[in-house]
């Protein structure tokens, strides 16, 4: 299939004009590589995006080919000398600048957590005192936010068990829920005088001795009953 050409223009469309970046941008690196490492070149490669990110390529040192190539090419040779140390200063300073920042970022998680505090002033202890409270204020809302969303699921529950019991009832011809239970309370009442009365039946005398001993014995119990009957 034959690629259409495309129009030398600035895209319009964000989203198509980032795509478009990522894509070539790999494909231009992927290509000094390879120049780099087919032909034996020294390859740099430096661009910016449109938010000002740094995305480069060097088969070598990049300062030592950047220094190189003030050399060769045209114009005062000391000032762009000068260009490139201002440029490496400014890179220094700005990642000292976001050392910085990291570092500030793990002294106020420390904080947080109650460590390191000695050192702190009572304006500092103060601000940390505040930090905690909006903190517990926030936890707090999305605990009672989600006691209320257990709430409405539980109630939806019960409205389905409910639905779920009366139709029961109705299939089963339940008349009344009090008389289901009048009826299950009869029923454990007999099984347990059923009970009580078996157990009367079972003979619960200790006998220690031999079997034609107790053999003899219970004769007698029952000549001795009926006797009395």
């Known amino acids: 299939m034959v690629r259409g050409k495309i129009q030398m223009k600035r895209i319009e469309n964000a989203t198509s004009r980032q ?5 070539r941008r790999n494909g231009l690196l992927k290509k000094a590589y390879e120049l780099s490492v087919l032909c034996e070149a020294e390859v740099a490669v430096i661009v910016f995006s449109q938010k000002g990110r740094l995305h480069e390529f060097s088969s070598t040192d990049m300062q030592k080919t950047i220094e190189r190539y003030y050399k060769h090419a045209k114009g005062g040779q000391t000032n762009n000398t000068d260009q490139v140390e201002q440029y490496m200063q400014r890179l220094k300073r700005e990642s000292a600048s976001m050392a910085k920042k990291i570092e500030h970022l793990d002294d106020s998680q420390r904080k947080l957590l109650g460590h390191g505090l000695s050192l702190c002033t009572f304006e500092e202890l103060q601000e940390i005192e505040s930090q905690l409270g909006r903190s517990l204020r926030s936890i707090r809302a999305r605990k ?26 109705e299939q089963y011809g339940a008349k009344n829920p009090r008389e289901v239970l009048a009826q299950e309370k009869d029923v454990v ?5 059923s009970c009580q009365s078996s157990q009367t039946d079972v003979e619960t005398e200790l006998f220690i001795g031999l079997p034609e001993m107790r053999c003899s014995k219970a004769v007698k119990a029952s000549g001795v009953f009926e006797t009395q009957r």
């Open 19 to 23: 795509v478009t970046f990522s894509k």
């Open 189 to 193: 009442t007999n099984c347990s005088r």
């Open 144 to 169: 009672a936010q989600l006691f209320v969303e257990q709430i409405t699921q539980l109630k939806a529950k019960e409205s389905l068990l409910l639905e779920e019991n009366a139709r029961l009832r």
